[in-house]
C-alpha cells in the first residue's frame, strides 16, 4: 500500500473522531517504490485539504505532510516532537479556531458528504503534471488555484454545510449566516439555489429554513 | 553430493595482536565489533551505551579507523577492509539516536563510501551536530587512572599534533580470513590467495582451485552485505548448472489442511504477544498487555511467546487456532515485512484462510524506539494492538492467483552483465533470448583492456562471446530496440525490432542489465584541447601505444569529475582503481614518466589497496584535494606553444603547485544509461534518485525488482567493477532459476477489486494505474471497469480517486481502514 492510498476521507476521518491533528508521511517525493508516485496525489490531497480547513475556519496546521525515508529515524523524531508541540500549541480541535464541538461535527460532516464530488473536481480540473514539491506548494497558492477553489468547490461547501446546519434544526436566514460567517443576502443565493436542487424548503409556520 | 559451497564468513581483526592500542588493557577501548552489542538490545546492558569502568554513558567517543587495515606491518592486514567506514557512520548514527548530545569523533584515512547511497550516508553522518571527521593517524596516550578516560595523540593541519581525552574509544576493526581458514583450505583441497582468503579464478569469484567446490560471501574477501548476497546466489547458480539434472528431487509439497470456512461465524480474535526475547518485553510489559487484549471486543484468546517466529511457537500458534476455534489471528510482534510469510503459514496449517492473519508490530514502531518511556510504551502497544483487532474484525479470506510460468528469459543488454547472466541461466536448460541495441556484444568492456588485477579484458571478452553464439538456447538479438513491453511474472510479452526484423519474445523473467554511460565532462577545459581526455579514453590510447601519451614527461589525472558533487552525488566507484591501474600500466611502459593523482578519497577498497600502495611505492604522486579548492586546468603561450598547466593546492607543503603536464586524464564519473527512463517504464520498475535502478532491497534482495519476475545485474544497479559485474550477474541468473524452475508462481490476493454497481465507468482509476492493470469492459449494465489481478501492485492509489468508491483494495479497504482509524482515537 502506498501514501497514495490515504483518502481524504481518512484525514477528515480523523478530525472527525476527535484527533487535534493528522499527519500524514511518506516515501521520499520521486522515489516511489512502485511505479505510480502515489505519493504526489497525497502531496495534492493535503494541500486541497488544508485549503477546505483554512475555508472552514479550521487551523490548516493541524495537518501536516512530510516526505521521509525509512532510514531516517532522527529525522523523523525531530518532525513528530514538532508537530506534537505544534498541536499542543494549538490546543483541542476548536480551541483556537473559537468554535464549539457541535459546529466542527457539523463542518466536518459537510466535507464528508462532497468528498465524491471533491474527486470529481480534483479528477477534471486539479490533475497536476509537476514532479517537485515546490510546484505543488506553488499551485496550490496560486489566484488560479484559488479561481478554481471558489468556483468549483466553495459553493458546494457552504450548500453542504447548510444542508449539515438544517439536519439538526429548522433556522432562519440570519441564522444560517451567523453560522458560517456570511452576509444574510449570500446566504439566501445559496438557500434559492438548494431549494432549486430539492434540498432546503421554506416552513412557512416556524418562518425558517429547513431541509426539503 | 555433487558440490560444495563454501561460505564461511570472516573473523573480526583482534587488535590484541599489537599493543599499539590498548585493547584488553584499558577497559574503555572497544571494537566496533563489542560497540554494535552495545548498542544492541540484546547486548550487554539490553541497549544502553556504557562504559565498562563505571557503567556511565560515554558522551565523547573515539572512532579509530583502519584497525588492523591497510597497514604492512606484523599482525595487520595490507588490504583495506571495505566496510568499516561505512559501519562507523552507521554507528555514529545510532549513538546519536540513542544519545542526542554525544560528541562523536572519526580519525580516519580517505572515507570509502564507494556503495551504493552511501556518499550519502556519509554526507548525513558529517552533518550532524557534535560529529567530527578528522583525517589523521593516530596514537592511543594513557588512561587516566581516575576517570578511565583515554587520551589519543592526532595531527591537526592547523596545530600541529593534539592530545585529547575520550569516554571511550571504538576500534574500527578490519575482516581478517575467517578462523582456521588453512584448515577449510586442506579439508577441501582448495586454495588460498596471499591474504589467507579463498583464491578464485579472475574471471569468477565463485570458483575455487578445484572444480565442484564454490565459495561465497566474505570468505572470498572483505565484503559487504549486498556483495555477499550476490554471491551466495551467484554460487547457487553455479551449482545449478552442474546438478540441475537432479533439481528438487529432495523437495517435498507441502499439504495444508482444507480451509474452513468462516465467513459466515461470529469473528473469534486470537492474540498472540510476543517477548521477542527482551526486545520487546524489557520495554513493553507483556502480562498487562496481554491481559489487555482479553478486554479487546472480539478477542477470544492472548497469550504470550517468547519468540512468536520459533518453530515450536509457530506450530504453537496453529495448534491454539484450532483447539480454540479462532478465525483470526493476530501477532503482536515486529514488522509484517520479513515474518508476515511464516505466520500466514501458521493461520493456513491451522485451516483458515491466511489473509486472517495480521500482525501489530509493537518492536520497530514501539519498544525500540520508546526504551526510555516503558509506561507509555506499554499503553502505545495496547493502542497498536487495539487498532489491528478493530481492523482484523473486517478481515476478509482473500484468493491467490497461481500462475503458469513460461521457462524462457529475457535479458536486456548484451555486455558482461547480461552474458554472464545469459550463459548460467541456458546452461540450466532454459532458453535466453539476449538483446541488445548495438550492433555487436560487449558493452563497455570493449572499450577496457586490463583489470587492475591483470586481467585480459578482451580475451575473456572475445571467449565470453562466442560462447554465447555458440549455446543453442541462447538467441541473440543485435540493434534491438524494445518497442513494447507487456505482460507480468512468468508470463511477459516483449516486442523487439531488432537486426533480424520484428519479434514477439514471450519470457517468464526478464533481466535488466542495459549497463551505463560515462559522463562527458563539461570542466577542466575537456573537449577543448586533445591532450585532455578521460581515464576511460587514455586507457584506450594507453592499448593502441600512442606516442601522445607513451612519450609524456608528465601526466596528471584528476579524480572525481562529474560526481560526489551537486548533481551527481554518488562515488562512480571504479575511477581511483581505474586511474591506479592506468598509472601502473603506464609505469611499466614509460618508468620515468611522472604521474601525479589528484584525488579527494582514494577508494581502492578491499585488496585493490595493494596497487594503491605499489603505485607509491613507484613515486606516482597522490595529491589530495578539497572540493572547495579544485585543481584548475589552464593553457599557456610558452614560447609560442600551448602549454597544459595544473594548478593545485598541495596539502602537506600548504600551497599552490603549478605543473606542467602532457596529458590530463580526468576520471569522469559513470552516469545511469541514456535509455534507463524508458526501460523502467517498460519493464514497470523504478528508479533511485540518481535514476540507477531499484532493487527491491539494498541489502537483502539486491538483484531483484520490487516488479516480480524482473532482476536486476551490472552497472546498470550501480557503477562495479568487472568482477563484481560478474558476481552479480550469476546472482540474477540464480534467482532467475528459482522463478523459472517452478510450473507456477502465485500473485497476491491483496489487490484492487471493482463494485460493478457503483462503477459509473469515469475511468478515473485507469488513469492513475501506471501498471495498467485496470481495464474497460463491456456488461450488460455498460461499461466497467475491472481489474487484472495479475498486474495490479496493490498500490491504492486508484481507491483514492474514485468518486464513488467503487475500486477498493483488498485487505486495506475503506471499511477495514476507517476501524483502525476509529480504534486509534476512540480511546484515548
Redesign the interface.
Known amino acids: 500500500?502506498?501514501t497514495?492510498?490515504?483518502?481524504?476521507?481518512?484525514i477528515i476521518?480523523?478530525f472527525s473522531?476527535?484527533?487535534d491533528g493528522v499527519f500524514v508521511v511518506g516515501c521520499?517525493l520521486?522515489?516511489?517504490?512502485?511505479?505510480?508516485?502515489?505519493n504526489f496525489?497525497a502531496l495534492s490531497?493535503a494541500l486541497l485539504c488544508k485549503k477546505i480547513f483554512e475555508y472552514i475556519g479550521l487551523n490548516p496546521e493541524r495537518l501536516m505532510i512530510k516526505f521521509m525515508s525509512g532510514g531516517e529515524?532522527?529525522l523523523f523524531?525531530e518532525v513528530m516532537n514538532e508537530f506534537d508541540k505544534k498541536v499542543k500549541e494549538l490546543g483541542p480541535l476548536g480551541k483556537v479556531e473559537g468554535m464549539d464541538a457541535n459546529t466542527i461535527k457539523s463542518k466536518l460532516e459537510a466535507v464528508t458528504k462532497l468528498i465524491?464530488?471533491i474527486?470529481?473536481v480534483?479528477?477534471e480540473r486539479l490533475r497536476l503534471p509537476y514532479k517537485t514539491k515546490e510546484e505543488y506548494e506553488t499551485f496550490f497558492n496560486s489566484d488560479e488555484f484559488n479561481k478554481l477553489f471558489n468556483e468549483l468547490i466553495v459553493e458546494k461547501l457552504i450548500i453542504s454545510q447548510i444542508t449539515a446546519l438544517l439536519k439538526e434544526e429548522p433556522l432562519s436566514t440570519s441564522n444560517i449566516a451567523n453560522a458560517l460567517g456570511l452576509t444574510p443576502s449570500e446566504v439566501s443565493r445559496h438557500i434559492n439555489t438548494s431549494s432549486r436542487h430539492g434540498l432546503v424548503r421554506y416552513d412557512v409556520e416556524q418562518k425558517r429554513y429547513a431541509l426539503a | 553430493m555433487g558440490a560444495i559451497i563454501l561460505s564461511s564468513g570472516l573473523e573480526p581483526f583482534d587488535p590484541k595482536v599489537t599493543d599499539e592500542f590498548g585493547y584488553g588493557r584499558f577497559q574503555n577501548v572497544v571494537t566496533s565489533m563489542d560497540y554494535e552489542r552495545l548498542l544492541s538490545a540484546t547486548g550487554a546492558y539490553e541497549g544502553e551505551v556504557l562504559r565498562a569502568s563505571d557503567l556511565k554513558h560515554p558522551h565523547k567517543i573515539a572512532w579509530i579507523q583502519c584497525v588492523g587495515s591497510r597497514q604492512v606491518i606484523e599482525g595487520g592486514n595490507s588490504y583495506c577492509s571495505a566496510v568499516c567506514c561505512t559501519y562507523t557512520q552507521k554507528q555514529v548514527i545510532l549513538t546519536k539516536e540513542h544519545d542526542a548530545g554525544a560528541e562523536c569523533t572519526i580519525f580516519h584515512n580517505d572515507i570509502r563510501s564507494y556503495g551504493k547511497d552511501f556518499e550519502k550516508f556519509y554526507e548525513r553522518t558529517e552533518k550532524l551536530p557534535g560529529v567530527r571527521f578528522f583525517r589523521s593517524y593516530v596514537s592511543i596516550g594513557k588512561e587516566d587512572p581516575v576517570t578511565k578516560n583515554i587520551s589519543i595523540r592526532y595531527s591537526t593541519p592547523d596545530d600541529g599534533v593534539k592530545e585529547e581525552e575520550f569516554d571511550m574509544v571504538v576500534l574500527s576493526v578490519g575482516l581478517n580470513p575467517p578462523k582456521d581458514a588453512k584448515g577449510i583450505a586442506n579439508k577441501f583441497g582448495i586454495e588460498l590467495n596471499d591474504h589467507g582468503f579463498c583464491k578464485g579464478t579472475p574471471t569468477n569469484s565463485m570458483e575455487t582451485t578445484r572444480p565442484g567446490v564454490f565459495v561465497s560471501g566474505a570468505f572470498q574477501g572483505p565484503t559487504d552485505i549486498p556483495e555477499s548476497v550476490f554471491t551466495a546466489s551467484a554460487a547457487g547458480s553455479q551449482v545449478g548448472e552442474l546438478l540441475d539434472y537432479r533439481r528438487g528431487d529432495l523437495s517435498k509439497e507441502r499439504i495444508y489442511p482444507p480451509e474452513r470456512d468462516v465467513s459466515q461465524e461470529e469473528p473469534r480474535i486470537g492474540v498472540f504477544v510476543c517477548h521477542c526475547g527482551a526486545n520487546i518485553s524489557r520495554i513493553v510489559s507483556i502480562p498487562e498487555t496481554v491481559e489487555y487484549c482479553k478486554t479487546l471486543p472480539n478477542v477470544v484468546y492472548a497469550q504470550e511467546q517468547i519468540f512468536s517466529c520459533a518453530t515450536n511457537s509457530a506450530k504453537e500458534i496453529a495448534d491454539v487456532t484450532r483447539e480454540k476455534g479462532l478465525n483470526r489471528v493476530i501477532v503482536a510482534a515486529c514488522s509484517p515485512r520479513t515474518l508476515e510469510p511464516l505466520f500466514r503459514d501458521s493461520v493456513r496449517e491451522a485451516g483458515i484462510n491466511q489473509y486472517y492473519c495480521d500482525m501489530a508490530n509493537i518492536r520497530e514502531h514501539c519498544s525500540w524506539v520508546h526504551a526510555k518511556e516503558k509506561e507509555d510504551a506499554t499503553q502505545k502497544a495496547k493502542d497498536i494492538i487495539r487498532m489491528s483487532a478493530a481492523r482484523t474484525f473486517h478481515l476478509e479470506a482473500l484468493q491467490e492467483f497461481d500462475l503458469p510460468v513460461d521457462k524462457r528469459a529475457l535479458v536486456v543488454g548484451g555486455g558482461i552483465a547480461g552474458m554472464t547472466c545469459a550463459l548460467s541461466i541456458a546452461k540450466q536448460g532454459h532458453e535466453v533470448y539476449l538483446i541488445e541495441k548495438d550492433t555487436a556484444l560487449g558493452g563497455i568492456a570493449r572499450r577496457i583492456s586490463s583489470t587492475l588485477e591483470g586481467l585480459d579484458v578482451q580475451a575473456f571478452l572475445n571467449d565470453t562471446i562466442s560462447k554465447v553464439y555458440q549455446h543453442p538456447l541462447i538467441h541473440v538479438y543485435t540493434g534491438a530496440t524494445i518497442t513494447e513491453g507487456t505482460g507480468y511474472v512468468g508470463n511477459f510479452l516483449t516486442k523487439v525490432k531488432s537486426d533480424r526484423g520484428n519479434a514477439e519474445i514471450v519470457h517468464g523473467a526478464a533481466v535488466i542489465a542495459i549497463g551505463a554511460d560515462v559522463y562527458k565532462p563539461t570542466e577542466y577545459l575537456y573537449g577543448q584541447d586533445d591532450r585532455i581526455m578521460t581515464g576511460l579514453e587514455l586507457e584506450e590510447q594507453i592499448a593502441r601505444k600512442e606516442e601522445k601519451v607513451m612519450n609524456a614527461q608528465n601526466l596528471v589525472m584528476i579524480q572525481c569529475v562529474g560526481c560526489r558533487n551537486e548533481d551527481r552525488n554518488y562515488c562512480s566507484r571504479i575511477c581511483c582503481s581505474q586511474s591506479v591501474k592506468n598509472a601502473l600500466t603506464l609505469k611499466e611502459l614509460n618508468p620515468a614518466m611522472d604521474i601525479y593523482i589528484l584525488f579527494r578519497d582514494m577508494r581502492t577498497y578491499g585488496f585493490k589497496e595493494d596497487f594503491y600502495r605499489e603505485a607509491a611505492n613507484k613515486d606516482v604522486r597522490f595529491i589530495r584535494y578539497e572540493p572547495s579548492d579544485k585543481p584548475e586546468v589552464k593553457v599557456v603561450q610558452k614560447k609560442g606553444q600551448p602549454v597544459l598547466k595544473v594548478i593545485a593546492t598541495d596539502p602537506i607543503l600548504g600551497k599552490k603547485i603549478e605543473i606542467d603536464t602532457d596529458i590530463v586524464a580526468l576520471a569522469a564519473a559513470v552516469i545511469p544509461a541514456a535509455s534507463s527512463k524508458e526501460v523502467s517504464l517498460q519493464f514497470k520498475v523504478s528508479l533511485g534518485p540518481d535514476d540507477w535502478f531499484k532493487e527491491a532491497h539494498v541489502k537483502l534482495r539486491p538483484v531483484e525488482f520490487a516488479t516480480d519476475g524482473v532482476f536486476l545485474c551490472g552497472t546498470a544497479h550501480y557503477p562495479k567493477h568487472i568482477t563484481e559485474t560478474i558476481n552479480q550477474a550469476y546472482g540474477a541468473a540464480g534467482r532467475v532459476l528459482t522463478l523459472l524452475s517452478r510450473d507456477i508462481v502465485t500473485a497476491s490476493g491483496s489487490v484492487c477489486t471493482v463494485d460493478e454497481n457503483k462503477c459509473v465507468s469515469c475511468g478515473a482509476c485507469i488513469t492513475v494505474c501506471n501498471y495498467g492493470a485496470i481495464e474497460f469492459y463491456e456488461t450488460p449494465e455498460g461499461r466497467k471497469a475491472k481489474v487484472n489481478p495479475v498486474l495490479c501492485k496493490g498500490d491504492g492509489v486508484c481507491n483514492t480517486v474514485c468518486a464513488t468508491s467503487a475500486i477498493q483494495l483488498k485487505h486495506f479497504n475503506d471499511e477495514e481502514i476507517y476501524s483502525q482509524i476509529d480504534a486509534a482515537i476512540g480511546d484515548l
Open positions: 500500500m502506498c497514495g492510498r490515504v483518502d481524504l476521507s481518512y476521518r480523523g473522531k476527535g484527533a521520499h520521486n522515489e516511489c517504490n512502485y511505479i505510480t508516485h502515489g496525489h490531497t529515524g532522527i523524531t465524491p464530488y474527486r470529481l480534483e479528477r
